[in-house]
């Protein structure tokens, strides 16, 4: 048993990099991964769940109070795996435990019997009683369990653990995760790959007419469909198939794409016709026809604007469906462009047009869900309605609801969502689940509808083709429900993605995976009225809701409305709250969300702040006094952080260690705009004691930059970085703060969290620029001598805190896999998520440094960033050309710099301006003269900056303006150190690969030694 004033391992050291590296790679870690057996949003890597559970359920060895037994029985165990010499110092066996815990991180360990058997050993040599009694594992508790990491590698540890979740979709997952699948062990996959069998029978049997084959023996796999609008412009009235690329296949050796012509037949609309045809380059591909909602009409070329493209396709409920007319014709509606087929004896993927008896196929199946519903309705509507009548979210407002766009397109209900073939499949499929034998309990029933549920996810009007890997994506790419123009249907038991075959397997895997352990315990829960009694929890460690970043209640009732078909009257699938909601529990979600309300209370900041603050004092009552907490975190913006730290101090606790763990794949994050960052921050933390002392704010004041220091230099050495290191300075940041009760002044006045946190950011910005610039900057305020200017200091502090904890550049141009490629062109009108060029950050962080960085953030608009709505952009110094040189400098230096990307090189030789190579000045478009592109004159022009002398430099050198460049660089060697310092700076700032780095490296050899 360890004593209660025995730290755990997790407050003195972490693995950082090693989990980390583990963690990231878990990412793309797909078979038998428990994370692929239902979709769950945002789940925590297993690598990192594991790591700090066992940091938090060992005792640190070089504490006096550490048990003996257990270090006596780490010693022996140890030994039994490779790499983890526990020595014969407590510290060289802090090393070895550590060591252990980030080699088992690593997936390919986590079934492994040694390691399994070696940390069950010593979590049983630390929690067993003293006295020889009997020994109870520890309990671990997480209130916000969601897809059931951090309780299912407590199980894989042998603890016990309690999950809950207030979202049915979870706790069903939860279930099979934590119950079903310890329970019953492998035999459980025997016998859903059984069912799954069977069911996949049964479906085909009902729906074979539904996808017939081809007359020459061809087998369609998947449908490519485009929603459409009709052209309103006078006299046009042709159907405008909205369609964001022409692409059918991108495979060099396979290249597909449609190219259509026009055809006007006498006294009707005209009309596009379409063909497949083999590209020999991009450029022979027509663009699409849809952006941002806007369609344009390829009989006419006139513009269908969004307001229009959104009512028309609202009048059709989506437009997912056919419209036919009495004789069966096809009026109108979503229109086949395209039939992907495997045809025997040949390979690979084959495209056709679509012919009449595909469309006869789609009119059958809206013959079969006509009949459903009729038959439902003779029935008197008992139970459920066969196709998913509930409402979809509403969605809007400026936090959770922003993901969901579908009602504005007049999905009005969950059914809209999805084509009449697939509404049909999905119900034959999710009712062959349901109607098997029942045999003991209901795991394979549960089980069965996980696979349900993976069929939704692929088989739903909102997924898209993907050119380049030929395959049908899932619905959600990200945590939102956005409109898909061209979406494909896959056929559900070809050989594809998406298929039913795939489905079951991927289950099964799971279940096979699972090494074996004791079964878990869930339960359906609020966080803010947690069924377990006082004291009860060894260890509380949960990964709350991210302020606003993923709204879960909506987007899983995608999920809920199919799986509640494939188990009606399932226990788990229902609001416990409201037996009238036929969806997910919505009222008591933590999430901020404006459009929401609780008890008529919008979801505000402050009301999030309070929900949290409840859920940690839920926390704090189950935890035992001798216990540990632990909590992760991951959000983009100061304003979540507070909220959530507000909450866990307002709950008791305070917060005694922190460990940021890279838990996303590298490059992902920037270009879906998410909320979230490379790592999660895991805060640390124990129940503050009833009489903890109050503080002093000017002892605090002067411990906060000793420890962020301290704390920024260990992180950097272990590759975190920019914003990633900013949240992770919030940590020992807190452990200042939270051991005392309260903090005061002098005057007796008490110290607000948000006035601490204040300084933190202060502290923090300043210790980064301390590191980027050196001392001076970061002492100085306007006007004091020797520092560089405040938009020097701006720009510094923006690209600081831009690098990317994988030390990547971060730069939004490259780095694209096709997932986001998809994501790109869905509607957003008026998303953050511009194509503009430049660096971005959330202009919350970038505010909370400026300010006490003495940075006046307005003044600097247009000049050197761009604020909208809520994103700062940095300008490129190409877009700072007109400020720099005038408007004909300006057209000069765009010209060249277009030309250079168009050829996909920007020369660091050669010449922008070829006229002024000869003469010293140019002729303008408007005859006016060019202005002299030389350093004195820029001086003079306007008081230049260094930043601003710095960036002409780059200008003068993408131009190959040698001449004017040297007199610039001359000048600035009389002048002083300064411009050599910032160019240095920066340069080791700007992210690898981006044109500006090139640019500045290019232009600091050209100076004179
Ligand atoms: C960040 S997720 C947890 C993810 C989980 N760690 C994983 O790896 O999958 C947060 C969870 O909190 C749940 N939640 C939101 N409000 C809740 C409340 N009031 N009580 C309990 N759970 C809630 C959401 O349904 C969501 O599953
Ligand atoms: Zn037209």
Request: proline content about 6%; some cysteine; glycine content about 10%.
């Amino acid at each position: 048993m360890i004593p209660k004033g025995c730290k755990r391992l997790a407050e003195v050291d972490f693995p950082i990099a090693e989990v980390s590296k583990h963690a990231a790679r878990e990412k793309s870690i797909r078979h038998g991964h428990p994370s692929t057996l239902h979709l769950w949003w945002a789940r925590r890597p297993l690598a990192s769940s594991r790591a700090v559970l066992l940091g938090l359920l060992w005792p640190d060895p070089c504490d006096p109070l550490c048990p003996a037994e257990f270090k006596a029985e780490a010693r022996r165990r140890l030994r039994e795996v490779g790499g983890c010499n526990p020595g014969t110092t407590d510290a060289e066996l802090r090393a070895a435990l550590l060591r252990f815990i980030g080699d088992f991180a690593n997936w390919d360990l986590a079934a492994d019997r040694t390691y399994l058997e070696v940390s069950r050993a010593l979590v049983k040599a630390a929690h067993a009683p003293a006295d020889g009694g009997t020994y109870e594992p520890p309990l671990v508790v997480d209130p916000f369990a969601g897809g059931g990491s951090i309780p299912l590698e407590a199980l894989r540890l042998g603890c016990e653990a309690f999950a809950s979740d207030l979202n049915p979709v979870a706790c069903l997952i939860l279930k099979v995760m934590l119950e079903d699948i310890p329970r019953h062990g492998p035999k459980l996959a025997d016998e859903l790959r059984r069912a799954g069998a069977e069911i996949k029978r049964q479906a085909e049997r009902e729906l074979a007419d539904l996808y017939p084959k081809d007359p020459d023996g061809g087998t369609p796999i998947a449908y490519l469909w485009a929603r459409t609008v009709r052209c309103e412009a006078p006299g046009c009235g042709a159907e405008i198939p909205l369609v964001r690329s022409f692409w059918l296949c991108k495979k060099a050796s396979r290249r597909r794409a449609l190219r259509h012509r026009v055809e006007r037949p006498n006294g009707q609309s005209p009309r596009v016709e379409f063909e497949v045809f083999e590209p020999k380059t991009e450029k022979e591909v027509p663009g699409g026809t849809v952006t941002r909602a806007k369609a344009t009409c390829l009989c006419c070329g006139a513009v269908l604007p969004p307001e229009r493209v959104r009512a028309q396709l609202a009048a059709e409920r989506g437009g997912a469906d056919v419209i036919f007319d009495a004789n069966g014709r096809r009026t109108g509606g979503a229109r086949l462009l395209a039939v992907v087929t495997l045809r025997p004896g040949e390979t690979g993927r084959h495209y056709r047009l679509p012919t009449e008896r595909d469309y006869a196929a789609v009119r059958e199946a809206q013959a079969r869900v006509a009949a459903m519903l009729a038959e439902w309705e003779r029935g008197g509507k008992q139970g459920l309605c066969p196709v998913p009548d509930e409402p979809t979210p509403a969605g809007g407002g400026s936090g959770a609801g922003r993901a969901f766009s579908v009602q504005r397109y007049g999905m009005l209900q969950w059914g809209n969502l999805f084509t009449a073939r697939q509404k049909v499949a999905l119900r034959t499929v999710a009712r062959a689940a349901h109607d098997r034998p029942q045999t003991g309990d209901d795991a394979i029933r549960t089980t069965t509808a996980m696979v349900v549920g993976r069929c939704a996810d692929y088989g739903s009007a909102i997924v898209s083709w993907a050119q380049s890997g030929e395959f049908v994506r899932s619905t959600f790419g990200r945590q939102a429900l956005p409109i898909v123009w061209d979406f494909a249907e896959a056929v559900p038991w070809s050989d594809a993605s998406g298929n039913l075959d795939g489905a079951i397997d991927w289950t099964a895997r799971v279940v096979e995976a699972w090494p074996g352990s004791r079964s878990g315990q869930l339960q359906a829960a609020d966080a803010t009225d947690h069924p377990l009694p006082d004291e009860t929890a060894h260890l509380w460690f949960t990964d709350p809701p991210y302020y606003d970043a993923v709204p879960y209640a909506d987007l899983s009732d995608f999920f809920l409305v199919w799986l509640k078909r494939a188990l009606p009257g399932h226990p788990l699938l229902r609001d416990p709250y409201d037996p009238t909601n036929p969806l997910t529990p919505k009222r008591r979600e933590a999430v901020q969300d404006e459009t929401k309300k609780d008890d008529g209370r919008a979801k505000d900041r402050d009301w999030f702040e309070e929900t949290m603050a409840r859920a940690f004092a839920e926390g704090r009552r189950v935890l035992r006094e001798d216990g540990v907490g632990s909590v992760v975190f991951a959000h983009k913006t100061t304003e979540g952080w507070e909220a959530l730290l507000s909450g866990m101090i307002r709950g008791g606790w305070t917060i005694v260690g922190s460990w940021p763990i890279a838990t996303e794949r590298p490059g992902r994050l920037r270009s879906q705009e998410s909320a979230a960052l490379a790592t999660s921050v895991h805060l640390i933390c124990r129940p503050r004691p009833d009489d903890a002392p109050v503080g002093d704010w000017a002892d605090v004041l002067r411990e906060l930059p000793r420890r962020v220091g301290d704390w920024m230099e260990r992180l950097q050495g272990e590759g975190v970085r920019g914003a990633d290191l900013v949240f992770a300075c919030i940590g020992p940041a807190l452990e200042v703060f939270s051991r005392y009760a309260k903090v005061e002044t002098a005057e007796g006045r008490e110290v607000r969290l948000d006035e601490y946190l204040e300084k933190v950011w202060e502290v923090v910005g300043r210790t980064a620029l301390e590191n980027v610039l050196g001392t001076a900057e970061a002492r100085a305020r306007n006007g004091v001598a020797g520092a560089l200017e405040e938009d020097a200091r701006l720009t510094a502090l923006f690209l600081w805190t831009l690098q990317a904890s994988d030390g990547e550049a971060a730069d939004d141009s490259g780095g694209k896999d096709e997932d986001e490629e998809a994501a790109d062109d869905e509607d957003d009108d008026g998303g953050a998520r511009g194509k503009a060029k430049g660096f971005t950050l959330v202009y919350d962080v970038v505010r909370r440094f400026a300010q006490p960085l003495g940075v006046d953030l307005a003044k600097w608009e247009t000049r050197v960033v761009e604020t909208k709505k809520g994103v700062v952009r940095l300008l490129p110094v190409a877009e700072r050309t007109t400020q720099l040189f005038g408007e004909d400098g300006a057209h000069a230096v765009a010209a060249r710099l277009e030309e250079a990307a168009a050829l996909g090189t920007i020369p660091l030789q050669g010449t922008l301006f070829p006229e002024m190579a000869a003469a010293p000045r140019l002729r303008g478009r408007g005859g006016r003269a060019a202005p002299d592109v030389a350093g004195e004159s820029l001086a003079a022009a306007r008081e230049a900056t260094t930043l601003d002398r710095v960036h002409a430099a780059m200008l003068l050198q993408a131009g190959g303006r040698t001449n004017a460049l040297r007199a610039l660089l001359e000048a600035e060697q009389d002048r002083g150190p300064d411009f050599l310092r910032l160019a240095n700076a920066l340069s080791a700032l700007y992210p690898k690969g981006s044109e500006e780095k090139r640019l500045l490296d290019a232009m600091l050899l050209a100076v004179p030694r």
